[in-house]
């Protein structure tokens, strides 16, 4: 897997063989879901099991119900909270998902940002010299 790394970090590409491939087909599926399709699922998922659950999850849900087989557990992992896509689950579910607790005051909150010149080295030398002090 070295190889491949440094082939990636150097040419910004990689190949594999034939059989890694088919090995890596066997074992992982994509898939699409429409908006239409999206907003099904987050209503589906709350008028089944009562979680409000964000767009992009719903993909999730939706791309894995299409590639379900019989007896083969499907896990799905939330990748937002539904409150970051409020208008979107209220317009499937007809509720409108709070922010939790510790978010409460977010938009109240103080914004804090640094400005970085359009120039490559500049975030390198922003990002490396952020790494060191943490």
Not at 18 to 40: I, K, S, Y
């Amino acid at each position: 897997i070295a190889g491949l790394m440094n082939d990636l970090k150097t040419t910004g590409q990689f190949s594999v063989s034939e059989n890694v491939l088919a090995q890596a087909r066997d074992l992982f599926r994509a898939g699409t879901v429409d908006e239409a399709g999206t907003l099904a699922v987050i209503a589906e998922e709350w008028q089944r099991t009562g979680v409000l659950v964000d767009p992009h999850t719903a993909v999730g849900i939706g791309a894995g119900r299409a590639f379900k087989q019989d007896g083969v557990p499907l896990v799905h992992l939330a990748t937002a909270h539904p409150a970051k896509f409020p208008d979107a689950v209220e317009k499937a579910t007809g509720v409108r998902p709070a922010l939790p607790a510790r978010l409460a005051d977010l938009t109240t909150r103080e914004e804090r940002f640094d400005v970085v010149a359009n120039d490559l080295g500049a975030i390198q030398a922003f990002v490396a010299e952020r790494a060191r002090a943490a």
